[in-house]
């Protein structure tokens, strides 16, 4: 799409996911399997024609880096089209680190040089959405600015909030407020018509130096002025931004008329950083037990697994139980362990008669009482649960930490040096 460049927010570290991010930035956590998070805006774009995206990169990147590569895998790579990770600097007389999504997009003006109009769009939601439709509702209202919002029954001081004229025009905004002024949350969608981007940043850095988030800054500017155009989108969308977020997000996968289908939204991703470039089939045993699972390239098991997402390189041995959880690449589950309502980060052992997890606890994590309350479990990367260990809901062991055999952990509870 000519005329218009992209910018992907993928930056800042979420406390909200615990351990699942203590390692990597939000957008590149594993998610459906051989998925990322950012691999669903990836996909937007290139779908929706734009061949112009900087992915916006601080905490973390690395893997993020890695897994975006060139862009190929998206089809944005060759003449007119280009991925670019755009991380903070070396100024001057500083590193320049990013103080927020304002500040990221103007220390990167440069890239949208030429462009009249800039899409802005976060890395780790979950939805399928054609913004060339968004850019001519934009374009034929002249509007400074366009954004989109969704009907969402939780807006209170978790969502952008505001309200829609008959005529599309967005006449009030407040940043996740106490009181909403209506169910309308934004969705982190915005179209700036490029010109007046610049402008209020200008403005901004100028006048208000501490506050540097677009949508608690320009957003509401524009709103101000009156040119601010505002988008309803119907369809599925998901922010798992919470550990109880993302575990939902990850249960529509096997939840019949959840509104989300990666077969029909044709989402790409990396296969040699996804785990799947020249890996089998996953493989079901004679005597395996599987039922309503998504199984990745890779996976094998012998045992039951029911409600689950299984990532490439998984095992789950005969005997051994697998029900509602999310086990990413690497994870073996041994010979009568059982793995209930668990998120189970890469390449953790879960030892022979081992117990993760057993669904609903009136105990809410003591590392994340407000996010980790619905019964979810959370196994940190390259960890070991020792044989017959218990491990009960709503727990977070930490990464690369050994739970010695025969060790119980309360509901509730940590190890590994994620404190209470």
Known sequence: ????????????????????????????????????????????????????????????????????????????????????????????????????TADAVHQNLGFLEGEEHVLIVSGDHIYQMDYGKLIERHVASGADATMVFKHLPEVRRRFGNGLI?????????????????????????????RAALVEQLEKLFRTTPTRF????????????????????????????????????????????????????????????QSGIGATPRAFIGKEADVRESRLSPGAVVHGRVHGSILSPGVVVEAGAEVVGSVLLHG??????????????????????????????AAVASCTLPEYQRGGVTVIGRNTAIGVGCVVGANCQIAADYELAAGTTVPDGGSRGGVTC
């Open 165 to 193: 004229d008959g005529d599309g025009w967005v006449t009030k905004y407040l940043e996740k407020p106490d009181a909403p002024l209506s169910d309308l949350g934004s969705l982190t969608i915005f179209i700036f018509r």
């Open 1 to 100: 799409m000519r005329n218009l460049a992209a910018y992907v927010l993928a930056g800042g570290r979420v406390m909200e996911t615990g351990v699942l991010t203590h390692r990597r930035a939000k957008a590149a956590v594993p998610f459906a399997g051989h998925y990322r998070i950012i691999d669903f805006a990836m996909s937007n774009l290139a779908a929706s024609g734009i061949d112009r995206v900087g992915v916006l990169s601080q905490y973390r990147p690395s893997s993020l880096m890695d897994h975006v590569a060139t862009g190929e895998p998206w089809g944005l790579i060759g003449r007119g089209r280009e991925v670019r990770i755009l991380s903070p600097f070396q100024a001057e007389n500083a590193v320049d680190w990013y103080r927020g």
């Open 331 to 360: 994870v073996r589950v041994e010979a009568g362990a059982r793995v209930t309502r668990a998120i189970v980060d890469k390449h953790v052992l879960i030892a022979a008669r081992a117990v993760v997890g057993h669904g609903e």
């Open 213 to 272: 988030h677009i949508y608690e800054t320009v957003v509401p500017e524009l709103v101000r002025q009156g040119r601010v155009q505002g988008l309803i989108f119907d369809d599925y969308w998901a922010y798992a931004r919470t550990v109880d977020d993302y575990y939902e997000a990850s249960m529509d996968l096997v939840t019949p008329g959840s509104g989300l289908s990666l077969d029909q939204w044709e989402v790409h991703t990396n296969p040699e």
